[in-house]
C-alpha cells in the first residue's frame, strides 16, 4: 500500500489517479492539474477522474458525477449524533429502494419502493402509488379523471375509495315556521282529520322572500319562551334545543339541508333534530 505522502509526490509529478483506496490505487501517467482529494471514512476519491469528474464507488469506471456498485444498501447516511447512532438518514437498497428516515420522530420515514415506484409515508411497504398510515393535509385537490361539474365525492366502498356522485348547484332560500296560534293544530289520534285550509303549527315551508310573513318566523334557532308559545312548544317540544322549563328552539337552517329521520338505505340514522357539521 502506498503513503499517502507518496501519492501526493506522484500525483504532482504527472499521475492521475483513478480511484483511491487503502487497498488499491489506480494510476495512469497523464500531466494534469492537482486533483481534489477528499478523505472519506475508508477511502479516498479523486474528483477528477479522466478529466469528467465523475466519482465511483465500488467500480472503477465511473460513467456518472456519483455511481456506485453493490448488492444492498448502496448508499448510506448516516447521523454522527449520539442520540442517534447506528441511525440512517437515507439509504439505498440494490433494488432501488429508497428510505428517508426522520430521525427523532416514530415511524417519520418516505419509501419508494425500488421495483413498483409506489411512494409511502410511515409505510415500508406502500400498495399504491402514494400510500400514506396517517393524518394527510392538504390546501388543494386535484382530481384529473373522472366526474362532472359539481359533483362531490363519496366514500364508495367499505375499502375506503373514493368515488363520484352527482352533485347541484345551491340557492339560498329562506325556511319558515308557522308560529301562531291561529294555525291548526296538528292531529295525531287517528280520528278524522280536519281540513287543512291554514297552515300547521310547527309546519316549516321555503319562502323567497327575505322577511317571515305574519304568523311565520325564519328558521334559525332562536330561543322562544314556553309561555308564549305554547301550541307550538307542544308540538315541537326540546327536540331542536331549550331547556323545555322556560323556553325551547326553533329549528336552525341556516346553510343546512333537511333530511327525513330514521335509518337510510346505507345504514346510517339520523334522529329528529341531529344536525351535522
Known sequence: MLPIMKLLQLC????KPLILSTSIFHFY???????????????????????????GIGTGMPTHRLQISGDSALLRV????????????ISVAGDGAISIDALGVPGGRLFIHGITGNIGIANPAPAYKLDVNGIT??????????????????????????GYRKGHGALGLNYI????????????NGGTPPTYSNAIIGE??????????????????????????????????????????NNFTLPDLRGAVPVQSGTSPAGYTWDQGEKSN
Open 78 to 89: 448516516g447521523s454522527t449524533s449520539a442520540v442517534y447512532a447506528n441511525k440512517n438518514i
Open 177 to 188: 315556521i308557522f308560529v301562531h296560534s291561529s294555525g291548526i293544530f296538528p292531529s295525531q
Open 137 to 162: 393535509k392538504t390546501n388543494d385537490l386535484v382530481i384529473a379523471n373522472g366526474g362532472s361539474t359539481k359533483d362531490f365525492l363519496i366514500k364508495n366502498n367499505s375499502s375506503g375509495q373514493a
Open 12 to 15: 504532482k509529478s504527472g499521475f
Open 29 to 55: 501517467a497523464k500531466p494534469f492539474f492537482m486533483p481534489r482529494i477528499f478523505l472519506l471514512s475508508f477511502f479516498v476519491i479523486a474528483t477528477n477522474l479522466l478529466n469528467a469528474q465523475n466519482v
Open 204 to 245: 316549516i315551508r321555503l319562502f323567497a322572500g327575505n322577511f317571515a310573513p305574519d304568523g311565520w318566523m325564519l328558521c334559525q334557532g332562536q330561543l322562544l319562551s314556553t309561555a308564549g308559545n305554547m301550541e307550538l312548544f307542544y308540538v315541537i317540544g326540546t327536540t331542536y334545543g331549550g331547556n323545555g322549563v
